[in-house]
């Protein structure tokens, strides 16, 4: 099983590039989400989609969109990049243990940089 | 004020030792609570999910502390592949990640 697969794993842009990071899931989850890790700030939710054709505002969205083409894939835009957004970017899915927990499978990340 | 606040650390422990790490969290409908580790540059895996009656897997326990609002994760016997950052997790609406505890183990 592959999990969660997560391009590129490093982009440099120049201030006002646009990019998409692409990520695909195999584990069939309806949920998924994406993160921003900076240091000392610790993960932070951008978007997140509950089921196929939905998505919603996390807690720091701007400058962000993002589609969720299928169940599988769940697609984050930069439309103009900003310095502010050079983070590590973590795409996640999700699925439902017992006893009400929750397990986040994560991608290996996106080392962005914008100059 | 942070939702779910952690010491940074780092922790510096020799082989063998037992650390502590707390985590608050400030908000009161958190019902469910996670302890995810993170090596250097890789992403975060889940270690253990934390129940209200508190939870042992091997080396590493969970407790929960309700009225106090703080999560703790106690590992014993600690190897220097234990060496990693430690994220606390608080779930109310949303799931929510502290900054993470360093931990080094050291030989």
């Known amino acids: 099983n592959a999990g969660v697969t997560q391009t590129p794993k490093f982009q440099v842009l120049k201030t006002g590039q646009s990019m998409t990071l692409q990520c695909a899931q195999d584990?069939?989850?309806?949920?998924m989400y994406w993160y921003r890790q900076d240091p000392g700030m610790g993960l932070r939710l951008i978007y997140y989609?509950?089921?196929?054709?939905?998505?919603d505002k996390g807690e720091v969205p701007n400058g962000y969109n993002v589609s969720r083409l299928n169940k599988r894939e769940f697609s984050l835009r930069l439309e103009s990049a900003a310095p502010s957004q050079t983070s590590v970017y973590f795409c996640?899915?999700?699925?439902?243990?017992?006893?009400?927990?929750?397990?986040?499978?994560f991608g290996s990340g996106t080392q962005l940089s914008v100059l | 004020r942070k939702e779910v606040e952690q010491d940074p650390g780092p922790f510096n422990v020799p082989e063998g030792a037992t650390v502590a790490f707390n985590c608050t969290y400030s908000?009161?409908?958190?019902?469910?609570f996670f302890w995810y580790r993170q090596d250097c540059r890789k992403e975060p895996k889940l270690l253990m999910s934390?129940?209200?009656s508190g939870n042992e897997d091997g080396r590493f326990t969970a407790q929960l502390n309700r009225a106090s609002q703080y999560i703790s994760l106690l590992i014993r016997d600690s190897k220097l592949s234990d060496s990693a950052t430690y994220l606390c997790?608080?779930?109310?609406?949303?799931?929510?990640f502290g900054a993470g505890t360093i931990l080094r183990v050291k030989s």
């Open positions: 934390v129940y209200s």
């Open positions: 908000n009161s409908a958190s019902q469910s």
């Open positions: 584990m069939n989850h309806n949920s």
């Open positions: 997790v608080a779930r109310g609406n949303k799931l929510v």
């Open positions: 989609s509950a089921s196929e054709g939905t998505t």
């Open positions: 996640a899915s999700s699925e439902v243990t017992g006893q009400g927990g929750e397990k986040l499978f």
